[in-house]
């Protein structure tokens, strides 16, 4: 149980162009799902946690514009990278917490990979 | 305010021997920890974790962790390394408060299991 999915798993695309990943739980409810990005050899840094029927919270330095986050059902949130260009590239993670057990775990998707030419 | 020290980026053992990951915690109320794994190109994979019960905690692949509170310590250890341990280890800790309580992991530990 507790499976977290992501897609795509890899992305390429042009600068300016926007990209949207989805972050789904497969076999439980999550309420709050969390967005992460990784750069290389590097630990995770949280981006935004996404609320579900609510508005996502950004963490400081975190552009709400660039990075939309929209969480419109208890297993499926979306990262929109508006207008990318090659610095976002990176490794993106998304989480869910298990909220049906109460407990305080993340379980964590297989993370997609963003290329920006 | 949280935060995670994990102490060594790189650890390096032999197939067979005593794997130890090092993570300190820092949190001004009761915290709950965590260790994940992640292979390359991957996501993170939960390995165990601690919310205020037992204090040595067993998760799999054979790996347990002790909280020690008056050391603010929650080191990973496995008695015998395989070669199929090799990964990144991230240590996390989040408070116990709200329904979105945050993750603050550590910089991570490269685990290397030489033959």
């Known amino acids: 149980g507790a499976v977290v999915s992501q897609h795509p798993s890899w992305v390429i695309c042009k600068s300016g162009t926007s990209v949207k990943i989805e972050c789904r739980s497969l076999?439980?409810?999550?309420?709050?799902m969390f967005w992460y990005r990784q750069f290389p050899k590097q630990s995770l840094m949280l981006m935004a946690t996404?609320?579900?029927?609510?508005?996502?919270t950004y963490e400081q330095g975190v552009e709400k514009d660039k990075f939309l986050i929209n969480h419109a059902s208890l297993t499926l949130s979306t990262l929109t990278v508006t207008s990318a260009h090659p610095e976002d590239s990176s490794f993106y993670i998304c989480?869910?917490?298990?909220w049906g057990h109460g407990t305080k775990t993340q379980y964590f998707g297989p993370g997609t990979r963003l290329l920006v030419l | 305010a949280q935060s995670v020290t994990q102490l060594g980026s790189h650890v390096s053992v032999s197939e067979g021997a005593l794997v130890l990951l090092r993570c300190n915690y820092s949190?001004?109320?009761?915290?709950?920890l965590f260790w994940y794994v992640q292979y390359p190109n991957q996501g993170l994979q939960l390995l165990l974790k601690?919310?205020?019960?037992?204090?040595l905690v067993k998760g799999i692949n054979g790996f347990e962790a002790e909280f020690k509170k008056s050391e603010t310590s929650f080191h990973l250890t496995k008695p015998s390394a395989h070669m199929s341990d090799a990964a990144e280890y991230f240590c996390?800790?989040?408070?116990?408060?709200?329904?979105?309580?945050?993750?603050?992991f550590g910089t991570g530990t490269r685990l290397q299991v030489t033959l």
């Open positions: 989480s869910a917490r298990d």
């Open positions: 949190s001004s109320v009761p915290p709950y």
């Open positions: 601690y919310t205020s019960a037992a204090t």
């Open positions: 996390a800790v989040s408070d116990t408060g709200g329904t979105a309580s945050k993750l603050t």
């Open positions: 076999d439980f409810q999550a309420t709050t």
């Open positions: 996404s609320n579900e029927g609510s508005k996502a």
